[in-house]
């Protein structure tokens, strides 16, 4: 067989660097130990994969078909990642360069690698962004967000080969693409930026929908208060002074036996409150006759209270109270459940509002979406799920929309599962896959993101 980098001394051209970067692509880290297809056809003849097979793959098959110009261009890679067969009429992964195990040391040293980038224009290409980036140092991976209309966002995700072009890249002051001002971070510091984002916004809808709720609520309730009519002056007492462990038939007691009581506005450990009578009943009239038959004095459970008739405005706060508590409990029981809006338990159900009680075991976990509204850029949401992807062959396209979203190569093999996935393709013509795919990773990456180049691969989304 013959390794590359042997066959020729001069540099690989602009072409080659494209066939390269795309064949280890395809064989990476970040691919290879999540594309079912690619990992039947390494595991049918000791890791050879045919050229036949790989001009099949459209975003290769637009750059070359013709075996020699790919093999000469692999033999110019300096990665040392593939691998050509003696005939030259197949590839594979370097055996010794095997995919990392996927660990968390694994994960946790690609995070600190990966980069988020905003301010590159909508109709930037891929190899506008992988120049840019480059003079920072080398990009093994590079994801081009878009939204639902697959619509470039301006922003990307980007994992460099080493932390120290990270650290190059942050701490660069100023940054500009053309007249747009350079938005940059790490990938996890805007995963929490969006996080806090998010909640702040959940916050403000929920003071929205609160205030709207009482709004409601108020409008309801000064509507009802005509149903009350007016009051009767002069019937309502209030007393203060009374030992916290009165209670309200203590007072009941006291002041019963002199006119009817209609309510005592009054909790135990509570030191004053109102004692409100009826229509008939005079509060003046009540406190004269007991004070006249207590010796001028009101005591209960051994502390002496004092009173007074509410009058005026005073008076009139009073009996807004009343009449509010009253309108809300008739509004609440017009509507139905628990402060109006009928949350709780179903009746014929079990628990809110999920049909038939307790979740399916044997639902197939389609992993954790997270969903950011992109305030930040134009267009809409931008999804990032962990699996639950179906690959699916695609229609051929043109070469520019083809280049989009190919692929940086892992130099070296460096571990690259945690990197943010472009686009896994599969042949025009429909292979059939094996039914025992080589177990490359142990699972797949924490932070797996939605593919940013064809559209016709599937998206799983979820709201919020």
């Known amino acids: ?136 140092g080398k990009v093994e991976h590079i994801q081009m967000r878009r939204d639902k209309d697959r619509k470039f966002k301006g922003s990307v995700f980007a994992v460099f080969e080493k932390e120290e072009a990270v650290t190059k890249f942050l701490e660069t002051k100023d940054l500009k693409i053309g007249e747009n001002e350079v938005v940059k971070m790490l ?15 959940q916050e403000e809808e929920k003071k929205e929908k609160r205030l709207a709720r009482e709004k409601i609520e108020q409008e309801a309730i000064e509507a009802q208060q005509a149903d009350f009519g007016d009051y009767e002056e002069g019937c309502v007492m209030h007393f203060t002074g009374v030992s916290d462990q009165t209670s309200r038939e203590d007072l009941k007691e006291l002041f019963g036996q002199y006119g009817t009581i209609s309510w005592v506005d009054f909790e135990r450990g509570q030191t004053e409150g109102c004692v409100r009578f009826d229509e008939e009943t005079k509060a003046a009239s009540v406190i004269e006759k007991a004070k006249a ?30 009449y509010e508590t009253k309108s809300k409990i008739r509004l609440r029981k017009k509507m139905g459940g628990h402060h109006g809006y009928g949350k709780g338990r179903k009746r014929d159900g079990k628990g809110r509002g999920r049909e038939g009680g307790r979740p399916n075991k044997m639902a197939k976990y389609e992993g954790k979406k997270t969903v950011f509204n992109d305030s930040d850029d134009e267009g809409g949401e931008e999804v990032m799920a962990e699996g639950g992807e179906e690959k699916k062959d695609e229609p051929e396209k043109t070469a520019a929309a083809k280049e989009e979203s190919t692929a940086v190569p892992s130099a070296g093999g460096d571990a690259t599962a945690e990197a943010t996935k472009m686009e896994t393709e599969k042949p025009e013509s429909t292979q059939p896959e094996s039914s025992e795919p080589i177990k490359i990773a142990a699972k797949r990456p924490l932070e797996e993101e939605t593919s940013e180049a064809e559209p016709a691969q599937k998206q799983v989304k979820t709201a919020d």
């Open 1 to 136: 067989m013959a390794a590359n980098g042997n066959e020729a001394a001069a540099g690989p051209s602009d072409l080659e660097k494209k066939i390269i970067r795309q064949i280890e692509y395809y064989f990476g880290d970040a691919n290879l130990s999540r594309d079912r297809f690619l990992q039947g056809q390494v595991k049918e003849n000791d890791g050879w994969v045919p050229l036949e097979t790989m001009i099949r793959f459209n975003r290769l098959k637009v750059l070359a078909t013709d075996y020699e110009v790919i093999t000469g261009a692999l033999a110019k890679s300096q990665s040392g990642l593939m691998e050509v067969s003696d005939d030259k009429q197949k590839i594979r992964r370097s055996v010794e360069k095997p995919i990392p195990n996927d660990t968390t040391e694994v994960r946790l040293e690609v995070k600190k690698r990966t980069i988020y980038c905003k301010g590159f224009n909508p109709d930037d290409s891929l190899d506008t962004v992988q120049t840019f980036l480059d003079t920072y």
């Open 187 to 201: 990938k996890d510091e805007y995963y929490r930026m969006k996080t806090d984002e998010r909640k702040v916004r």
């Open 293 to 322: 038959a207590n010796d001028d004095k009101l005591i209960v459970r051994e502390k002496e209270m004092t009173v007074r008739v509410l009058e005026g405005d005073e008076e009139a706060e009073h009996w807004k109270k009343v």
